[in-house]
Structures are given as structure tokens and as C-alpha cells.
């Protein structure tokens, strides 16, 4: 499935520290239950996204992916970049500090169905091969590439944090 491929090379940016506030959920390594799982905190998020002040832009979104167990579950955390952590926030909101880092950027593009197979090439293939260690948290970037969960033409960026 070639459009379900992430970039092979990676670029390589750096990011100053930033918040995002969005809504969290633990859930399994295993793509069916992470698919149904995130897919419906995004849908709860999204109708949760009006309501959170100080968004810095709306149409650019994250998923971020930290806290890795043993037991294959992992927290996540569908959620917009924010100004100021020490607003209201509605109920279930969390604020979580993404640190100011170096990461390889990998841009996924397909369905999201094939996005498991990006992480596992990232994780199991790329990162062994390149010789860089990465930290213990990821994230998704979605912006107007995005095109929805279920289109291929998606676009979507994966960031993994070097050390």
C-alpha cells in the first residue's frame, strides 16, 4: 500500500516548548482497540474544541502519545495548542507541556488505518537504522491536509522528539 507509507527521510526540526488542552484516554497497542478508542475522543473532542479559550489556531490539532506501559497501553491525547494554560477549561479538558525539542518529522499519508504501520516502520525500522534515541512521548500534527480519517488523500505529520 504505497500511499500508506510514511516519508522514508525524515525531516528534522526544532520546536520551542508549547501547551495544548484536549481531552486524554488510555488505551492498547493493538489497532483495533487504539483505532476505536482515539477515534471516538476525537469525535468527543471536537465537539468539546469550541469551548476551549485561547486556542492559538483551530484548524491545526494534535495527538499526542506518551506514558508507554508494559502492558502495551499508552495514554493519548487529541488537543489544540493554547496561549495560556490558567484559563477555564471545560470539564474532562487536560493541559499537557509539550518540551521544547529536535524532532524527526515523518508525513504520513493515507487513510488511517495504515497509521500503526508508520509508527511500527518509524519505531522498528527507521529509528534502529539512524542511530538517534528518541524521547518517550510522540505526536500527530493535523492541519488542512487532513482530509478526514477515512481519506486517502490525508495528510498528516508524525513528530518523533530526539534526544
Not at 499526542?64 to 487529541?78: G, H, I, Q
Not at 537504522?129 to 482530509?147: I, K, N
Request: hydrophobic share 30%.
Amino acid at each position: 500500500m504505497k500511499n500508506q507509507t510514511p516519508t522514508l527521510e525524515p525531516t528534522f526540526v526544532k520546536k520551542d516548548e508549547f501547551k495544548i488542552a484536549g481531552l486524554q484516554c488510555l488505551t492498547l497497542m493493538e489497532q483495533d482497540e487504539y483505532q476505536k478508542d482515539i477515534g471516538q475522543l476525537w469525535e468527543e473532542f471536537m465537539g468539546t474544541l469550541p469551548n476551549i479559550k485561547n486556542k492559538t489556531n483551530e484548524s491545526k490539532t494534535y495527538g499526542l502519545c506518551f506514558d508507554f506501559k508494559e502492558t502495551n497501553e499508552y495514554s493519548y491525547v487529541s488537543g489544540v495548542e493554547i496561549d495560556d494554560p490558567n484559563i477555564s477549561l471545560p470539564d474532562k479538558v487536560v493541559v499537557k507541556t509539550i518540551p521544547a525539542s529536535r524532532y524527526a518529522v515523518f508525513t504520513y499519508k493515507g487513510d488511517m488505518s495504515g497509521v500503526g504501520a508508520a509508527f511500527k516502520y518509524i519505531y522498528e525500522t527507521w529509528l534502529p537504522q539512524s542511530g538517534e534515541v528518541p524521547e518517550e512521548f510522540s505526536f500527530e500534527f493535523y492541519d488542512e491536509r487532513f482530509l478526514g480519517p477515512s481519506n486517502k488523500n490525508s495528510e498528516m505529520d508524525i513528530y518523533i522528539p530526539l534526544k
